[in-house]
């Protein structure tokens, strides 16, 4: 069994476990019934164009690169796990981080977006964390915007020839800021302030996750560059096919 091949089963063995462990519903995903249903319907609309371009890259790599798929299975484990790990915050929910940092800066944001709707429709169905009626709440913040602040902070880290293992960590962290900022945007034009209306509802939503979700932000980041570090030395034959992958699907 190759390094690579043991890490992927490392972390199916906690995924398990995590399946197995009761939760409370009070999850840091928009909840079950907490969004009105046309507001549910815009934000699932919105995520269809990434998941579909999402869907069609994974089916390119699954069909032409075959070695691209243990590196895809380990970057949804990794989305999976960590994003499973909550811890207290104020009014009654939750933090934690979103893992989808690796996900975009390996394979993108539309591959990214199919990775985190799977994962949030099984911790909405088998761990009580968010919802299915929120589903495209839940899926543009921590699958389509966190990712997409995190490519672009990657992106200009590179052109800018900043240092690499710091351009990963910058990217992750911003990214996992950027989710709950779009959260607490989606929770506020859902429910705004009687005083003050969205903005000031939006202000008080960030005054909420901010005490627990910014040293997250940062143990994501260090996380993301660990995982990085970790594949760059025992995974350089996936890390070089995947580059391959994409340099020839934007040819």
């Known amino acids: 069994m190759t390094t690579l091949e043991k890490k992927l089963l490392f972390f199916s063995i906690v995924a398990g476990f995590a399946l197995c462990v009761p939760q409370t519903a009070f999850a840091m995903h928009i909840m079950e019934g907490y969004l009105p249903p046309v507001f549910c ?26 070695k691209t798929i243990l590196l895809l299975a380990m970057a949804g484990a990794f989305v999976f796990v960590i994003s499973s790990l909550k811890i207290p915050s104020v009014s009654g929910s ?101 005083q003050g209306g969205v903005w000031a509802s939006v202000i008080e939503f960030l005054a909420v996750f901010a005490p627990t979700q910014l040293p997250l932000a940062v143990i994501e980041g260090i996380l993301t560059m660990l995982v990085m570090m970790g594949l760059e030395t025992y995974a350089k034959t996936e890390l070089h096919e995947l580059r391959s992958a994409k340099r020839g699907m934007f040819r």
């Open 41 to 66: 319907i815009a934000w699932g609309a919105v995520c269809l164009p990434f998941l579909t371009a999402g869907v069609i890259t994974i089916r390119r790599l699954m069909q032409q690169h075959r």
């Open 94 to 194: 939750c933090s934690h981080m979103t893992g989808t940092g690796l996900g975009a800066i390996l394979f993108g944001v539309p591959a990214t977006s199919v990775l985190g709707v799977i994962v949030l429709v099984f911790q909405a169905l088998l761990l009580a964390h968010g919802g299915i009626t929120t589903l495209g709440a839940n899926t543009f913040s921590m699958a389509v915007a966190g990712p997409l602040v995190t490519w672009a902070v990657y992106q200009a880290g590179k052109k800018c020839r900043l240092p690499k293992l710091f351009t990963i960590f910058l990217a992750a962290m911003l990214g996992d800021l950027f989710t709950y900022c779009v959260t607490s945007v989606q929770l506020a034009l859902a429910h705004p302030s009687v």
